[in-house]
């Protein structure tokens, strides 16, 4: 049984998937990994599917639009694959640095992305948002992603944005993912400090790159690094806030 979610990992990176996913249950860890690409999910799907607490998600991460690494190809697969699970992530969009020059066509690719999905109801969405958090939030309202009819849920990982556009996501019911590097900045504590605690969920972002090890142990200390860190920053005990944490990542995976 878990009694810790992480929620936004990227287990597909792991030398050895089944043995991480092993080791990471008998932890007792849940997840929610993410994917960068479509072509990972199937895989990732049937090596997870032992454990009821590790679930994959699909994704098409905007990295590999902007870097050129997906095409046609990739949003191809990543629409035929998407009535196959409502779990998705990671998607959004990344206007940070160079990749700001594709802005056009990131958000192309992700509407066409979120189009695909929300022909069918109650997806769970893990979104990047990098100098990209307004407009998003423009893209996922047009597709409809926040009407309540859907039963669809949004959870920002490792939000970076303005005051404003957190504001404005949490008043249309975001989630946060945040985990150790988030907290390790001045801002990123202050919106953990000022979210409700059912908006907020931890994550780790590991393995970081492919092919990084990583053992159930050591997941399982990130994920408790990422707690007694969220824990300070809202000045309450660790133990009193993991149960909220944890009904609240059960809650976005039964589904």
Not at 29 to 44: S, Y
Not at 153 to 172: C, I, K, P, Y
Not at 209 to 228: N, V, Y
């Amino acid at each position: 049984m878990a009694d810790l979610y992480d929620m936004h990992c990227h287990l597909g990176f792991a030398p050895d998937v089944a043995v991480l996913a092993r080791e990471g249950a008998a932890a007792g860890i849940g997840a929610l990994a993410c994917t960068v690409a479509p072509g990972e999910f199937p895989a990732l799907r049937e090596a997870l599917a032992p454990y009821p607490a590790l679930h994959a998600a699909l994704g098409l991460h905007p990295w590999q639009l902007a870097d050129g690494a997906a095409g046609e190809d990739e949003l191809a697969l990543f629409c035929e694959l998407a009535g196959q699970t409502p779990l998705i992530g990671e998607v959004g969009l990344d206007f940070g640095g160079t990749r700001a020059a594709t802005r056009d066509a990131q958000v192309a690719a992700l509407r066409r992305m979120l189009a695909a999905c929300e022909r069918f109801d109650a997806n769970l969405y893990s979104v990047h948002a990098v100098r990209a958090a307004g407009v998003a939030l423009d893209v996922l309202e047009e597709a409809g992603a926040f009407a309540p009819h859907t039963g669809n849920d949004v959870v920002f990982h490792w939000f970076s944005g303005t005051s404003a556009e957190l504001t404005r996501a949490r008043d249309l019911g975001c989630c946060f993912s945040v985990g150790p590097r988030m907290l390790a900045t001045r801002r990123g504590r202050a919106y953990a400090r000022d979210l409700p605690v059912d908006r907020l969920l931890l994550e780790t972002d590991e393995p970081a790159r492919d092919g990084e090890a990583l053992d159930g142990a050591a997941w399982r200390a990130r994920l408790e690094e990422a707690l007694d860190a969220l824990a300070a920053a809202r000045g309450v005990e660790a133990a009193a806030l993991a149960p909220a944490l944890a009904a609240t990542s059960e809650r976005l995976l039964a589904r």
